[in-house]
């Protein structure tokens, strides 16, 4: 399809702009027609996405006031150089690209005799400030989260990463609406390959509009059919500067108060945003303790599933009784009793997450309570499944990764329901299944595992939390002629002392 294209005549681009952008229909659509030195010229902007006030002082008076244009003078060039009072100001004569740059909060100005357009960023819409993240607090580390304005986020993560190797590169995805993307990456550490892979797929996207990162992350993953989230989701400039220097990828959209991280690999999910603002002997303890706490949640009510059905033989004497005792007093046999439970636990942590304000956390901890000791006074559940279930909730909740921990809670479903249907052979087949889906894993064609399978030269942060001066190398997804961060001693003042 052909693109229309302006012109250097005013009633010409007069009638092309006030048809496409519908002027009669739409209210807020705003063309303001006045004169530049004697010739036919208005300004197009959305009343409410524009400062008015730089509007009228930086455009519209200089405009007006201005008396003559010099002969054999570009029209477009005397005005950017000589008159408008604008910073960032861009000359086009594509209708689409003109209407974009509207819908986005600019002015546009036209003239007769001037070629196309040009575009002054005068944006002025209303926006939230920077706040603290709501979801990955910490407890040392900076206190700043991203918001919905793109520059806003990109300024975050210019503060912190003052380079000019910082790369900031645009593009668009949408058919129907564009939605501007920026990805950012270090010149040098990223791969190429895999900046061209990002942009690649971004281009092949064929939708009328991407309303979220969400939805942006579905477009651009792997395997839409897996369980595991194939990017990490982050709303900390920090964590996303860490990101970028370990030579991946950092992709920021337009009304998205978050960052997407692509590569990514488990260990990033597993990893909290102050690990690395921790001593490294704080850092591996949490480290370790959030591991475990996933694996309880992943394994702990499928054990005990299979250990009262099909295994009591593993129990001592004396727990054995208390299961025997407790479990004869309730109707339902163990395995949907164990079902039901888990799902009424998601249940009360999805509506508690829903509920606006300090009323959902209140919710979620009231109605835990509330429900367990209704349950187990009633004989309708065991008071021990009710522990087991608690304790597994209790592991989830030291997952970092909102996305991962709904994956762990889908899989703690599967291999319940295994356990009740087979015991223990049906949790080692439920876990050697999910392990070779995890080995076969891929973001952005690069191994899930990674360092670990297959191994490769990497930072030695990995599982455990290494100490600072021992990281001298980048990522795995890092260029691998980048690998290396610095070629002098990580503390050169030890040596001095020597």
Sequence with gaps: MEQKKLTNQFQHNRNLIREAVQITKNEDMKFREFRIAGRQAAVVFIDGMVDLTRLQHFILSPCMQLQKIPENTGIADYLSSQVLEI??????????????????????????????????????????????????????GPHEGFCETMRDNVVLIRKMMRTPALISEAVQIGDQTQSRVTLMYLNGAAKKETVDEIKRRIAACRVDHVASLGMLEQLLEDNPFSLLPQCVTTERPDRAVSFITEGQVVILMENAPNALVMPASLLHLYHAPDDTALRWQYGTFLRLLRMAGMLIALFLPAIYVALTVFHPEGMSLSLLT????????????????????????????????????????????????????????????????????????????????????????????????????AGYPGIVAGTFFLLVSLCGLTSLNHPYLAPLAPSRPTNPDKVMRMPIWRQRIRGAFANAFMMNRTTGPMRAWDKEKK
Aim: hydrophobic share 50%; proline share 4%; net charge negative.
């Design 322 to 421: 208390s299961v025997l005792e407790s479990q004869s007093k309730v109707p339902m046999s163990l395995f949907p009793s164990m079902l039901l439970m888990l799902l009424a636990f998601s249940l009360i942590n999805e509506a508690g997450a829903r509920v606006p304000g300090a009323m959902g956390s209140s919710l979620s901890i009231v109605g835990g309570i509330i429900l367990g000791q209704a349950v187990v006074e009633a004989d309708m559940f065991s008071p021990l499944l009710i522990v087991v279930v608690a304790i597994s909730g209790i592991g989830t909740y030291a997952v970092p990764t909102y996305s991962l921990t709904l994956a762990i809670r889908i899989a703690q479903l599967f291999l319940v329901t295994l356990a009740g249907i």
């Design 87 to 140: 910073a960032s100001l861009d000359k086009t004569d594509q209708l689409d690209m003109l209407l974009m740059r509207i819908c986005q909060g600019d002015a546009a100005v036209l003239c007769d005799g001037m070629e196309g357009a040009l575009i002054g960023e005068v944006k002025g819409y209303a926006r939230r400030s920077v706040n603290q993240p709501v979801n990955e607090t910490v407890v040392m």
